[in-house]
């Protein structure tokens, strides 16, 4: 029995110590599923930080901005170069072999500096055909004169005929207004044609007597009264006709006298001229005054060629200048219009320069430009455009005035104009506008709530741009109200419906 008891107490101790130990391992396998679910948490958190950082990170950054009030300043800028308004032709006789052009455009020169060479040879065969032209015309000149006096006299001769003629229509359309003029001064003053016209009119003389008779009745006074009445409206409309008559008879006999006096006028001059004819040429048609004028021409040109020759064929500067244009070449021969052009130093001094076509809207005559040269370093303030001019392709022209003795003509120039163009209440960055198939548009932002909480987003709105600088733009009232923010810029680019973050300071 006590064996059997015994056997029992061990066992249940063996059980008792294998219960305790599963305890243990449960609890160690508790702690190692708490600490692992940590850890799968941690795990966890830490994707989602890094997802969301990448997130984020593929997000535009952007800096966001509010319309605001601006004063637009509209900046030009071009090139130009300093001319002159006093330019002088350099002109050689024509037809001269070129053989040295010794000047460039632009170039500075001086009285005596040689501008370009005449070949001697050449020249000297010049001055032999000279020479034998004119005395080919002076032979002619000799024919002329042998040949102009019988058409001289019969010049003459028809001239006084036509001095007779004239005048004696002349005195005829005088005499013709003299009587005009007679016959409207014999007309009496209309008082007097009144009383000459009661003493023949019957009736008045009648109806006079029995309104004058002794006992007359009141209607034959009455009677008298109305007919002297109507006799004296018919009478001064008579003699307002008549008189009229008269002054238009004097008035076209007058005209008659100045239309014979012009036909006189003219009928001498064409004889007058028929008779200078006759002195002057011959039936050929020749003139002996052209024929001089045309030898003394080329004497004229014979003795510029004879000079050239004796200064060996150099053409010299006579002034100080620059050349502005070279028109003949070496191996060339001289036109009859200048060789060269050479700007006067001493002349008005203008800047001149050609701006695109859509900076013309801005210029106008009285803006001030600032203008720099890089020789020297120099800079002048404050220069005023005289004219604005519009070029056949559509450029713009401006030229303003410098008085500055340090400036050369020819010299290159750079200019800025900075002209205010007006102040706007609707004003953003010019980085915030956008541009899509020609019509302008800006990025607002907008606030949308998600489950990774408020996010931005970019909407397009299309906008309507009033004027522009370099900084600013100016957009139509309206456009954006003073509470929208927009973007005004991002470190990529931002498209519509886009999500988008603030950068950060």
């Not at 005559?365 to 559509?394: R, W």
Request: aromatic share 4%.
């Amino acid at each position: 029995m006590e064996c059997l008891l015994g056997e029992i107490c061990l066992e249940e101790g063996i059980m008792t110590g294998l219960n305790e130990k599963e305890h243990g391992n449960m609890g160690r396998r508790k702690k190692r599923a708490a600490r692992y679910f940590g850890l799968f948490m941690l795990f966890m958190l830490v994707c989602t930080i890094v997802s969301r950082g990448i997130y984020a990170y593929r997000m535009p950054r952007v800096a966001l901005g509010t319309v605001d009030a601006q004063t637009l300043v509209h900046k030009i800028q071009g090139n130009g170069t300093v001319l002159t308004t006093e330019e002088v032709p350099v002109v050689t006789e024509e037809g001269l072999l070129v053989e040295k052009v010794s000047v460039v455009e632009g170039q500075k020169v001086a009285p005596g500096d040689v501008l370009f060479w005449i070949g001697l040879p050449d020249l000297q065969e010049v001055l032999g055909q000279a020479d034998a032209q004119i005395k080919a015309e002076e032979m002619k000149l000799a024919e002329l004169n042998a040949s102009g006096t019988a058409a001289v006299n019969r010049a003459n001769q028809d001239l006084q005929d036509t001095a007779n003629t004239t005048a004696g229509e002349v005195n005829v359309a005088e005499e013709e207004k003299r009587a005009a003029e007679a016959a409207r001064n014999a007309l009496p003053q209309e008082e007097e044609y009144r009383k000459r016209a009661y003493d023949q009119d019957a009736e008045y003389q009648k109806l006079l007597a029995d309104s004058k008779k002794k006992g007359a009745t009141k209607e034959e006074r009455k009677a008298f009264s109305y007919y002297k009445k109507s006799l004296d409206a018919r009478l001064s409309e008579e003699y307002a006709k008549e008189r009229q008559a008269l002054d238009d008879a004097v008035a076209e006999k007058a005209q008659g006298v100045n239309s014979a006096n012009e036909k006189r006028k003219d009928a001498m001059k064409q004889a007058e001229r028929a008779v200078e004819d006759a002195k002057q040429g011959d039936q050929t048609g020749g003139s002996r005054i052209e024929q001089e004028n045309l030898i003394r021409q080329l004497e004229e040109k014979r003795e510029r060629m004879a000079a050239l020759l004796a200064a060996e064929g150099k053409v010299v500067c006579e002034m100080d200048g620059y050349v502005s244009r070279i028109a003949v070449h070496a191996g060339e021969r001289t036109t009859n219009t200048s060789a060269l052009v050479l700007s006067d130093a001493a002349g008005e001094k203008l800047f001149q320069a050609v701006l695109p076509q859509e900076e013309k809207s801005y210029v106008a005559p009285g803006d001030k430009m600032t203008l720099s040269f890089a020789k020297d370093n120099k800079s002048l303030s404050g220069i005023v455009i005289d004219a604005v001019g519009e070029l056949e392709d559509g450029s713009c022209q401006i030229t303003g005035r410098i008085e500055d003795a340090r400036v050369e003509i020819g010299e290159l120039g750079s200019l800025e104009i900075q002209k205010t163009t007006g102040r706007y209440e609707c004003c953003i960055p010019v980085d915030a506008l956008h541009s899509d198939g020609g019509s302008s548009y800006v990025l607002i932002v907008e606030e949308q709530a998600t489950i990774l909480g408020t996010e931005l987003t970019a909407r397009k709105r299309k906008v309507k741009v009033l004027d522009q600088d370099e900084q600013y733009v100016a957009l139509e009232d309206g456009s954006l109200t003073d509470e929208e923010r927009f973007v005004a810029s991002a470190d990529k680019e931002v498209a519509d419906r886009d999500r988008i973050r603030e950068a950060e300071d």
